[in-house]
């Protein structure tokens, strides 16, 4: 349970991290402009359109172990019932696979420190992650002995931080 604390807190950090005692996420991390964020109508919604433009933004070096992170609201609402103009879904589930299933034919991350209405298309090997002591667990008998308590910790340090600004895309719902 505590290595799973420990765990979100990473999670965490490595999308909305802002580079001051803590690591810079890839939301705050990246400079976000016109060639590699995008949004799409807030009354319309998400269109195929919007989900092909995201794709031919990531260059090609890139795309070679891309995927798609997004929360579940967003896999779900944006996603799931989407189709192209053959009427063809985009989402495609898989439940054979130990993962969740591919848009366009790569494969889909469900992170809920994701915002809502967020999506990010890209490589994530190019997100620098660092942690080089592990998760240390220590017990402590010592605060209550009375009681019998015993008191847990679990400690880490962790940096993270966008390595290649361009191997990112964001999408997002625009705020009219």
Do not use: H
């Amino acid at each position: 349970e505590l290595t799973n604390c420990v765990m979100a807190c990473i999670a965490n950090g490595l999308v909305n991290g802002t580079g001051t005692s803590q690591g810079t996420g890839i939301l705050s991390g990246i400079t976000w402009g016109d060639t590699n964020a995008f949004t799409f109508d807030a009354a319309s919604g998400l269109a195929y359109a919007d989900v092909v433009k995201t794709v031919a933004a990531l260059k090609r070096g890139y795309s070679n172990g891309a995927c798609w992170a997004m929360n579940n609201a967003a896999l779900y609402n944006l996603f799931y019932g989407m189709v192209d103009g053959n009427k063809r879904p985009i989402f495609i589930a898989d439940p054979k696979a130990e993962n969740i299933g591919k848009i366009l034919g790569f494969p889909v991350v469900v992170d809920d420190y994701i915002p809502d209405n967020t999506v990010i298309f890209g490589n994530f090997n190019y997100m620098g992650y660092n942690l080089p002591e592990g998760i240390t667990i220590e017990a402590s008998r010592e605060s209550s002995f009375k009681s019998g308590r015993i008191d847990y910790r679990a400690m880490a340090v962790a940096d993270c931080k966008p390595i290649v600004e361009e191997a990112f895309i964001k999408l997002t719902r625009s705020a009219t």
